[in-house]
């Protein structure tokens, strides 16, 4: 049974910086496409970072681009989301996804797995 666990989240002030981590179980990391969604209060989930390190280049949403970075760890089977330069716009609860597919699309639909999230408060 897959598993997807995530921890990191917290509240900062404008400027700061959060990793969230994502340790999964039953799911081998760096096999397949993972990512990181977000859903802001009220809005609909939308992606922010996805990665197959066998494949393309990284996806960075243009919201974060130049701030946030996607990693992984094999060998503790973990998925990374460094977030620098935060913004009170990127206020939302923060979720770690996983797919069975090598090919990586920043849609909710492409992913199989998702863990229970982890809010991230961003203020001013």
């Known amino acids: 049974q897959v598993q997807l666990v995530e921890s990191g989240g917290g509240s900062v002030q404008a400027g700061g910086s959060l990793r969230l981590s994502c340790v999964a179980s039953?799911?081998?990391?760096?096999?397949?496409?993972m990512g990181w969604f977000r859903q802001p209060p009220g809005k609909e989930r939308e992606a922010v970072a996805t990665l197959y390190t066998g494949g393309a280049p990284p996806y960075i949403g243009d919201s974060v681009k130049g701030r946030f970075t996607i990693s992984q760890d094999n060998a503790k089977n973990t998925l990374y989301l460094q977030m620098n330069g935060l913004k009170p716009e990127d206020t939302a609860m923060y979720y770690c996804a996983a797919s069975y597919s090598v090919y990586c699309r920043a849609a909710v639909s492409q992913f199989d797995y998702w863990g229970q999230g982890t809010q991230v408060t961003v203020s001013s």
């Open positions: 039953g799911y081998t990391v760096g096999r397949w496409c």
